[in-house]
Structure formats: structure tokens, C-alpha cells
């Protein structure tokens, strides 16, 4: 040990010297296997229950999640965490009296709040009493009685026979249902109240029916919805032009995700559509990194890029330069189109209110991309904002898109998902089986469309696209106001406040998704660096062609080689890729 050998060396005339070197040695080794000890530290308990139970909780600033269960016959278990300093026995309160079960959590800061998790017996009845922390509520609950301010009220509960009162006292309504909930009435005083029963009849009895009883002050409330698919703007408004297509495109799972957003305007158009208007298809649900596309009975088209060691593209690829692995199995390889072939690009342009003032830099970028391009690319431009407008449709008419672009307009909210969905079941649609690749410029803040995240996402692994999205960061809010985003109080809130972090999540995610590249602007030049090097990827990407087993459609995982000494061939992050 460095202590003993150091101690070893000191003269005999120092004793003292060397007692007190141990004593601080043994007092660091003490403190640092406390804080160990504390960073580590949660407090678990369980306690006896009957078999009819109602617990009350109290928590003033931590998120609270109970789960009811059958395993949890008569008995309640409570583990509390934090985030910051360790919980000790006192933080946490419990009592049992009769029926009633009492959870008391001491309010500490926001850094160092303590997060419950209450394991409860099957019907049991639930009462969450907090101010900024999300609550869930989920299983086999007799009741639920939730009350917070400006924390989310998330509820996965049984509906088929249930009771609903939920209120908001200070603002209008931010909710989204999976089931179809009574009207919204305004009452006095500014407060906004959906109240009634779900199914059952005039025969059921009162204690028959799960009853929610939910009241926020300013908080959004979820029934029965996962929070991932929760979209940026919960107010139902009227569909958009990018949402009427996303509706007429048939995608089951976009057009769902609109119609729990906005039920009444959804319903209002949707009888505006005769049969024909109306194209259902399937959503196939795989791995959203499988960058594949159906496009016969048998037939996959894969997109692919083909480089040597040092990073350039390997041109002059034919069919029997690849082996296609599906499953562990080869499959036949029937057309691999060239990098020379041309793709059809969807310029989609970010032109928000986020961005309003610097309208001028983005016509001179688009224009800039346009001179990089090959020009037997076609170009097809969209701007959003609130909503999508198409500049131009497919062109290879380079003076064409050049003074198009004069045509943006600028400012109001930003739709990016919905855009990107709209492209993907729209604009692209009519290519389906084509080389086509989108490029977005944005600062990658949504805050207003009516489909999530996750919708887009699946929907872009069904289109066999590749996406570039070159995020240019609004500067807006700093990333580094919010250093550790997955800690925060209530993570569905706290969202909108971490806009660069989720930004840039997202637009790898999508990158991955399809086989693109994500890239992040930092300064004005990257921006050029950017352009070329999407051109390069464009040049190098192959589009393959094989003969698929089609009991592999649920779920493929595809493996391609080349001939090529020393050659790398890249898909996406879910594909496993091997290299000679």
C-alpha cells in the first residue's frame, strides 16, 4: 500500500507524523465507504394489510407510483428512493390502523426528494395526495382518489365498468384518454370538470364500478395511455393539413394516436371521407432499428453503405459482390441498385417561430444543400411550422427549387412529427419501393403535433427511408440548465424544459432507425461539412434487393457481406452487420 511504503520511509524522529498520517489514512478510508454506503442507501419495508385495504399516501414533492397486484395479498411494501442523499427510517412514515394504511413522506429539496413505490393487494382503494410530482396509479384498484398541482396524473387501471370525476381547478384541460371519456364542461371560477360513467348499465351498482377521482390544479392528467406516446400538444384543436393526410393515409397506428388528441375534430373529418378515401393498412411491428422494406410478397429491400477501411465509399457493387444473411439463413440476393442510381430527397425545413429570426440563414442553407446534391437527385422541399407547406414537389429543376424557397413563411409552433409523418405516408408514399431519403433541418423542439415520437418512429421502420437530421440547437433553452434530465421531479413535464438533450436523442434515434446519420450543428461551417458528407452517404448507400422467408415478416435480423477485402458495410444500430 502506498500509505505503509510512504510511512516506511519517514525518519525514526517523526512518530507522531506517521500516527497522524494512519489516523487521517483511516478517517478517508472510513468517509469514503460511508458515502458508498449512502449513495446506495434505500429504504424498504412491508407491512401486514386486510384483505380490504385503503392506503393513503402523502408526498409533497417526489413521484409516486403504486402498483396493485394480486401477489400482494394482505400486505403492502414501500421502497423509497432518491436521487440525491440517502433515505433514512424517519423520512419515510407508515402506520396501520384497522383498514387504513398511512404513508407520510418528509419533503426534502428537489434534488434530494424521495420517490415511492407502494405495492398494494389487488382491489384495494388508492388516495395520492402531492403538489409537483407525478403519480401513477396502476392495476386492480377498487378506487383511486389522486390529488396534485402541477404533477401528472397517470392511471392504468380496469375501465370496462368504471365512475370518472376528473377535475382541473386552474387551467383548461391536458389529457388523453384510451377510452372515450364524457365532455368536457367549464364550470365557474375557471375550473373544467369530465364526469360520468364508462359502459355498464342502468343495473350496475355503484360499487360494481372503478372510480377515479382525479384533481390537478394545472397538471395533465393520462388514463390507461403509456406516457411515451403522450404527444407534444394535448389541447384538442382542429386537424391540420398534415393530420387530414396522415387520416386519409390509412396508417392505423398515426391515425389513432390523432384521434385520442382530438376525438370531436377527428370524428368531424372522418365523416367528410367516403370508404374509398380511406386506406387501412397493417403496421407491421418489429424492432424500429430493422431498416427494411416489403415490397412484394417475397422481396426486401434493404439500404446499406459500403466503405473501406479508411472511410471512402466503395463504388462499381453488383449483385454477386453480397451475401444476405436473414435469421442465420442466406437468402438470394435478386437486384442491387448502384450508387450512381438517383434518389428522391424531401428537404423538410424547419421554419417555426423558434427559428423565425434566422429565416434569412435557412433559404441560404436549403440553397446551399441544393448546389451540393447530385443533380440527377430529384428534389421535393416542405417547410413546417404549425403545420407542413409544400414548396415543391419532385423536381431535378435546380432554378426552380432556388426561387421556391422565397415562398417560405415563417413563425407559429413547431409540428415535426407530424411533418415527419407526413412525408412518410404522403409524400413518399407513391415511391414505396424507390430510393428515397429525407434531410431535416430543425432545432428538433416539438410542440405541436398531434402524433408522438414513438408513432413516427414505427412508422418510418415500415418506409424504408433514410433520415439525415441536421439539428441546429435554438439556443433557447441551455442543455446544461438541466444536467441530469432523467432525474427530474415529473419526467413528462419536465420534458419541454430539456429540449437540446431530447433533441439530440431523438435525432439519432431516427437516424438509427432508417440507416441515416444524426448530425448536430454547432457552428455555421458544420453545416456545409454536414451537406457533403450526406451527399457521400447518399453515394455510398446500396439499395439491396433479396428473397425474403416470409415467416421472418414479424421479425428479421439481417447480416450482409461483401466480397470486398477490408470493406465495412453499415445498416442500422439493430442490424447486426458483419465484415469479412
Not at 390544479?217 to 395511455?225: Q, S, T
Not at 438470394?332 to 429565416?359: M, W
Not at 408513432?455 to 433557447?476: C, D, R
Request: charged share 25%; with cysteine; glycine share 6%.
Amino acid at each position: 500500500m502506498f500509505f505503509l511504503s510512504f510511512a516506511a520511509r519517514l525518519p525514526a524522529c517523526a512518530p507522531r507524523l506517521r500516527k497522524n498520517l494512519f489516523v487521517l489514512f483511516t478517517l478517508a478510508l472510513l468517509v469514503c465507504a460511508a458515502q458508498l454506503e449512502a449513495s446506495a442507501q434505500s429504504l424498504e419495508r412491508e407491512l401486514s394489510a386486510p384483505e380490504h385495504v385503503t392506503v393513503s399516501i402523502r408526498s409533497r414533492n417526489g413521484r409516486v407510483t403504486v402498483i396493485s397486484s394480486e401477489e400482494q395479498q394482505r400486505k403492502v411494501t414501500i421502497k423509497a428512493t432518491s436521487p440525491g442523499a440517502a433515505v433514512a427510517e424517519g423520512d419515510v412514515r407508515s402506520t396501520v390502523a384497522g383498514e387504513q394504511v398511512e404513508i407520510d413522506v418528509r419533503a426534502r429539496s428537489e434534488r434530494d426528494r424521495i420517490d415511492l413505490t407502494v405495492r398494494v393487494p389487488a382491489k384495494a382503494k388508492v388516495k395520492v395526495v402531492s403538489e409537483a410530482g407525478a403519480v401513477d396509479v396502476v392495476g386492480d384498484v377498487v378506487s383511486a382518489e389522486v390529488s396534485t398541482t402541477t404533477g401528472t396524473i397517470h392511471t392504468d387501471v380496469p375501465l370496462d365498468v368504471a365512475e370518472v370525476n376528473l377535475l382541473w381547478q386552474k387551467s383548461r384541460p391536458r389529457f388523453l384518454s384510451d377510452v372515450t371519456l364524457p365532455k368536457v364542461s367549464e364550470r365557474s371560477g375557471g375550473s373544467f370538470l369530465i364526469k360520468g360513467k364508462l359502459g355498464g348499465d342502468s343495473h350496475t351498482k355503484r360499487t360494481e364500478r372503478v372510480r377515479l377521482d382525479l384533481t390537478t390544479e394545472r397538471g395533465v392528467m393520462l388514463i390507461n395511455v403509456d406516457p411515451s406516446m403522450v404527444p407534444s400538444d394535448l389541447r384538442e384543436r382542429q386537424l391540420t393539413e398534415a393530420a387530414r393526410a396522415i387520416v386519409r393515409s390509412g396508417n392505423t397506428d398515426l391515425i389513432d394516436a390523432i384521434r385520442k388528441v382530438s376525438p370531436r375534430f377527428f370524428g368531424d373529418y372522418e365523416q367528410t371521407l367516403t370508404a374509398r378515401q380511406i386506406q387501412p393498412t397493417l403496421a407491421s411491428h418489429r424492432s424500429s432499428g430493422t431498416a427494411v422494406t416489403n415490397i412484394a410478397p417475397q422481396l426486401v429491400r434493404v439500404n446499406a453503405s459500403v466503405t473501406d477501411r479508411h472511410g471512402r465509399a466503395i463504388g462499381g457493387l453488383n449483385s454477386s459482390d453480397f451475401t444476405v444473411f436473414e435469421n442465420g439463413q442466406e437468402r438470394r440476393v435478386t437486384e442491387v441498385a448502384p450508387t450512381s442510381a438517383p434518389f428522391n430527397l424531401v428537404l423538410l425545413l424547419d421554419v417555426s417561430g423558434s427559428v423565425e429570426d434566422r429565416i434569412d440563414f435557412i433559404r441560404k442553407a436549403a440553397r446551399d444543400f441544393l448546389g451540393t446534391v447530385s443533380p440527377q437527385d430529384r428534389i421535393a422541399i416542405i417547410s413546417f411550422r404549425d403545420d407542413i407547406q409544400v414548396i415543391s414537389n419532385f423536381t431535378t429543376d435546380r432554378t426552380l427549387l432556388f426561387n421556391r424557397l422565397n415562398d417560405i413563411q415563417a413563425g407559429g409552433g413547431t409540428a415535426l412529427y407530424d411533418s415527419l409523418a407526413y412525408v412518410l405516408v404522403d409524400t413518399l408514399k407513391p415511391l414505396r419501393g424507390e430510393r428515397t431519403a429525407i434531410v431535416v433541418m430543425s432545432d428538433g423542439d416539438d410542440n405541436k403535433s398531434f402524433v408522438p415520437f414513438p408513432s413516427v418512429l414505427e412508422a418510418l421502420s415500415e418506409s424504408g427511408a433514410l433520415v439525415y437530421p441536421l439539428y441546429v440547437p435554438s439556443g433557447l433553452i441551455p442543455e446544461s440548465s438541466v444536467p441530469q434530465p432523467n432525474l427530474t421531479l415529473d419526467p413528462l413535464r419536465t420534458r419541454y424544459l430539456t429540449i437540446t438533450s431530447r433533441a439530440a436523442e431523438e435525432g439519432q434515434r431516427l437516424a438509427d432507425a432508417s440507416g441515416g446519420i444524426f448530425y448536430s450543428i454547432k457552428r455555421i461551417e458544420d453545416l456545409q461539412k454536414a451537406y457533403d458528407d450526406v451527399v457521400t452517404q447518399l453515394r455510398t448507400a446500396y439499395t439491396i434487393t433479396y428473397l425474403s422467408d416470409a415467416s421472418a415478416a414479424s421479425e428479421r435480423r439481417i447480416r450482409i457481406r461483401t466480397n470486398r477485402e477490408g470493406a465495412s458495410v453499415r445498416l442500422s444500430t439493430a442490424v447486426n452487420v458483419a465484415t469479412p
